[in-house]
């Protein structure tokens, strides 16, 4: 489990070097190399072009939502090749035949770029050398064998396609521009040697879910952290998943505001929880699995936003955390939002209390259960009770229990809290107060 964001780290910081630059994004088709080239639009801050040969514009503005949000951050420019006719071959061919008043010196360098696709040129010609841009050459495959034609045709004069990837990375150092091939053929070719960057896009399909991968195979002067990430196109919208550090501080994560009262319901925090999951029904429990090699600081990025949004709302929090979890652990939590006289009076925590805890926090814990045969928890009630004082509608608490927790407690006191009566003792537990 990971952090969704909108861009790999690396291909962020390969935007930011300084340019020329050149990034061959390569992948069957329906890998995502489309969204992928949008999202590095909306990213870039500078003049941005798309030349798109495999999708009308009316059905880029349908199919790819993200296309409009590239539009919300400035200007995108878009070449629409799908309605181009059969002439383009034509001028090629007449390009071509001109090949022999062309000097392949510095001087015939602007004359050499009319060897390229009609399309590329109208691109560069609303670049211009004071201002950065990034061109997206969507897809190069169709564009450069649609110019050049078959290699049947050599021998009319035409360039080959390797001639004309070479023209294009000339012309590119001519000014700041980066330049972005998209193909679908995953062969390897002299382009994947001449530009900076390459990216390879992936698509599987286990147990009947589709999964996506983006695999980054070079990059020059960038640190490649994480050379594979699995991505997303819910929504129409381009999203990796960054794994997280175990060591990920546990306040980080997201509060989103309330977007009003739902009666029965609790705001879990989070808009992209809600969007998911739903809300948090009053009187009801609910479960999250996760992984044993999920860290819980990935976890936590679903719980935090849940328990921050019910302390902002006066509510109180009872919790048994996962082993090696103590009281300072949770306060670290709050530390920076809440001042502490509030944190002692609305969280309960039964589970260890360290050593060498500071005794201000030893107000939030609950001491252990004493166990008996027939599985009877005395201290139950004191859990109630903290839940049940002060309760209010308007006010919901919440019950964050991890079952790791009550088997840690189980194995120190055996006959206690056990997940087999955990759902009875929530249920006896919940009626009264909103929880």
């Known amino acids: 489990m990971g952090a969704a964001i909108d861009l790999p780290t690396e291909l962020v910081h390969f935007l930011n070097r300084p340019a020329p630059q050149a990034l061959l994004v390569r992948g069957a088709p329906g890998t995502g190399k489309t969204m ?94 004071a201002t950065p841009a990034l061109i997206v050459l969507d897809s190069w495959d169709a564009l450069v064998e649609r110019h050049v034609g078959s290699a049947s045709r050599a021998d009319e004069g035409l360039p080959s396609r390797a001639e004309v990837e070479r023209i294009a990375l000339a ?20 382009l994947e040697y001449l530009v900076n960057g390459v990216v390879t896009m992936e698509r599987e399909t286990r147990n009947d879910r589709v999964e996506r991968w983006l695999r980054i195979d070079k990059l ?55 969007s998911l999951f739903g809300w948090l029904p009053i009187h009801k429990l609910t479960l999250i699995e996760h992984d044993a090699e999920v860290p819980l600081a990935a976890v936590n990025l679903l719980l935090n936003p849940i328990q921050s949004h019910v302390f902002q709302r006066g509510g109180r929090i009872f919790l048994v955390p ?16 809440v001042p502490k006289e509030a944190f002692l009076r609305q969280v309960r925590i039964l589970g260890m209390l360290a050593r060498d805890e500071s005794e201000d926090l030893a107000p939030v814990m609950l001491p252990l259960p004493s166990g008996n045969v027939d599985g009877y928890n005395p201290r139950t009630p004191e859990a109630a009770k903290f839940l049940r004082e002060d309760s209010n509608p308007e006010t919901p608490s919440l019950g964050l229990i991890w079952i790791s927790g009550l088997k840690s407690i189980n194995s120190l ?16 537990t919940s009626p009264e107060p909103p929880l």
């Open 220 to 274: 020059r002067g960038t640190r490649i952290t994480h050379p594979s990430y699995p991505f997303s196109l819910e929504g129409g919208r381009f999203q990796c998943i960054t794994p997280l550090r175990h060591d990920l501080p546990p306040s980080f994560s997201r509060i989103d505001p309330e977007p009003g009262r739902s009666p029965g319901q609790i705001w879990p925090g989070s808009a992209d929880y809600a």
């Open 413 to 428: 006191v055996p006959g206690t809290y056990t997940a087999e009566t955990l759902r009875s003792r929530a249920v006896s």
């Open 171 to 190: 012309q590119m150092a001519e000014g700041p521009v980066f330049l972005v091939f998209v193909v679908e053929h995953r062969e390897a070719s002299q």
């Open 322 to 337: 996962p082993p090696g979890i103590h009281p300072v652990d949770v306060w670290n939590l709050y530390k920076e939002r």
């Open 36 to 129: 992928l080239a949008l999202a590095l639009l909306r990213a870039f801050r500078g003049r941005r072009i798309y030349v798109s040969s495999r999708v009308r514009r009316a059905d880029l503005d349908l199919d790819f939502p993200s296309l409009h949000q590239a539009n919300q951050t400035g200007p995108l420019s878009i070449v629409d090749v799908t309605a181009a006719g059969p002439d383009l071959r034509d001028a090629s061919r007449a390009l071509g035949t001109s090949q022999a008043l062309i000097r392949a010196d510095a001087s015939s360098r602007g004359l050499r770029a009319l060897l390229l696709p009609p399309e590329v040129l109208a691109a560069w010609s609303q670049t211009s050398p």
